[in-house]
């Protein structure tokens, strides 16, 4: 099975006047199949859900319909699949129910895709970038690369100065090959065709880019620089990003995420995950405990189960921004973008800006303006997925 032909990845923005003249960028992964008319689905799979988005690309991109689905207990775990032939099942049923398109571009988050930015010599000859690139990807990348599909993106640079000669920065993807597979075969076996296997966190610049705050001008900064920021998706697992306008410079996945909280609940409770969900949602951070109704009980264990959980996202993010901070030629991050099912309860965002010291916009796309906030915090990467770069 050739992985690589049924895998794309959206091209990352480019910086040309950085980068040498005569330079060829490599495109990303490529698709065997085109596809068939102009509707495409974003899906997006979590441990107890399933998010689609469909999207008519037919001129201006316009959101057709969006639908959130309950996905059994044992199926998706961390953001892998765990029972295949269930899953087919689920992903059979719910397309037919909220009759979506079988064509279909898959959000992947999770700790088998591994991102590097590395910075190399600037080098006009194709054959010989890609062979440079190759043996930095096996120094940097933490999996045997004959057990990976790889690709990398030029998204700048830096000029030559003092003699020495222009560099290059390279984004490098890897995913393991059998974690691929094991998303494509129940979409495949559900009779649904995966035009394009995305990573979420692309998927969620492209949905937010736009609404993210800019640098302003002013008498003393008349051209400010554009900084970088920090996306952040809080839903069943944690995806970050480092982007700089729609270039992404940095992507991490973290098991830590409301996936995690809501198991805590729904143990300490006895509470089904769906429940647990609601219950954190009912209850947020914000309020008094004894002005919202309710049982006693579970309202105490809700809030102690996001208090700790959003502690370790905290520390995650934190984690996140040393490391990415370290890399050379990091670009200075200045504010956050927070997404996803956990930045829809009530004090969340305010609490990861308080341990973090960045300023943080919650942020929903204009598209799903329509729907009430948990919904379209549910369906912010689904949709970005479906906006084909």
């Known amino acids: 099975m050739q992985l690589t032909r049924n ?10 006047p950085q980068l040498p003249r005569g330079l060829s960028l490599p495109s990303g992964f490529s698709l065997s199949r085109k596809r068939q ?5 974003g899906l997006e799979i979590e441990a107890g859900s399933l998010g689609a988005a469909e999207v008519d690309a037919a001129g201006a991109p316009r959101l057709v319909k969006a639908a ?10 961390e953001g892998e699949v765990v029972n295949a032939e269930e899953l ?21 988050g999770n700790q088998a895709v591994v991102v590097r930015t590395v910075r190399l010599p600037a080098i006009e000859d194709p054959k010989e970038l890609d062979a440079a690139i190759r043996f930095q990807a096996q120094e940097q990348m933490p999996m045997p690369l004959d057990q990976a599909v790889l690709e990398y993106q030029v998204v700048g640079g830096v000029p030559a100065e003092e003699g020495q000669p222009p560099q290059i920065d390279v984004v490098l993807i890897a995913a393991r090959r059998s974690m691929v597979s094991a998303f494509l075969q129940p979409l495949r076996r559900a009779g649904i065709e995966p035009v394009g296997v995305d990573l979420s966190a692309f998927g969620m610049i492209r949905a937010l880019a736009d609404l993210a705050p800019t640098a302003q001008a002013s008498v003393e900064d008349p051209q400010p620089s554009v900084a970088a920021t920090l996306y952040c998706s809080v839903g069943d697992v944690m995806n970050i990003a480092v982007a700089r306008g729609r270039s992404c410079l940095f992507t991490r996945a973290s098991h830590a995420g409301l996936g995690a909280i809501v198991a805590r609940l729904s143990a300490d409770r006895s509470l089904t995950t769906e429940h647990a969900a609601m219950w954190l949602a009912h209850t947020g951070l914000e309020t008094p405990l004894e002005q919202i109704e309710g049982d006693p009980g579970i309202l105490e264990g809700s809030r102690q189960a996001l208090e700790g959980g959003v502690t370790v996202l905290v520390d995650e993010l934190r984690l996140s921004l040393d490391y990415y901070g370290a890399q050379e030629g990091a670009v200075p991050i200045e504010h956050v973008v927070l997404c996803g099912p956990g930045s829809a309860i009530r004090g969340v965002a305010a609490r990861i800006e308080n341990g973090i010291g960045l300023p943080i916009s919650p942020v929903l796309p204009e598209a799903l303006g329509d729907m009430d906030p948990v919904t379209a915090a549910r ?5 970005g997925l479906a906006l084909v770069a």
């Open 68 to 77: 959130v689905g309950i996905l059994p207990p044992g199926v998706f775990h």
């Open 379 to 383: 369906l912010t990467l689904p949709y």
């Open 88 to 108: 087919a099942s689920s992903l059979r049923a719910f397309f037919a129910e909220h009759k979506l398109s079988k064509q279909v571009r898959l959000g992947i």
């Open 7 to 16: 895998i794309t990845l959206p091209k990352l923005q480019r910086r040309a």
């Open 37 to 41: 008319g102009s509707a495409v689905v």
